[in-house]
């Protein structure tokens, strides 16, 4: 973009192109969309500075809400994958990684916050 002031993520009605809306606003970064939650009410989305990836947050479609998913010094995927939506829009799925030497894997978050938890992981048995 040529106005940084402009950056951000905005929906508009895909029946006429109408009804432009901005959801977020990031003037030294970018949001990177992912999925609208599967009643239609928030959105996920990746934020990113210029030294990349920030971190997965949701926010209302309304911009209000912003809620980080992700902890400070997780390193999010840089493909482009910014988080998905369960079926019951309880959890959302990140790619990421906890170190920058380590493998990326696939994290489940519920979507009202907590730590995320990494999928297909050994758990320690207490028996």
Do not use: C
Not at 14 to 23: A, E, P, Q, T, Y
Not at 55 to 69: I, S, Y
Not at 78 to 86: E, V
Not at 87 to 108: M, N
């Amino acid at each position: 973009m040529d106005d940084p002031r402009r950056n951000g993520i905005y929906s508009i009605r895909s029946s006429d192109g109408g009804g432009l809306k901005r959801i977020t606003s990031v003037p030294r970064g970018d949001d990177l969309p992912g999925d609208y939650s599967p009643d239609g009410d928030q959105l996920v989305f990746v934020r990113a500075d210029r030294n990349g990836p920030l971190g997965v947050f949701v926010t209302n479609v309304d911009g209000t809400g912003l809620q980080r998913m992700t902890p400070s010094g997780m390193i999010i995927d840089d493909s482009g994958f910014a988080g998905r939506w369960s079926p019951k829009g309880d959890q959302i799925l990140v790619v990421a990684r906890t170190a920058e030497d380590h493998h990326k894997a696939i994290w489940i978050v519920n979507a009202d916050g907590g730590s995320p938890e990494q999928t297909g992981r050994q758990r320690a048995s207490t028996s």
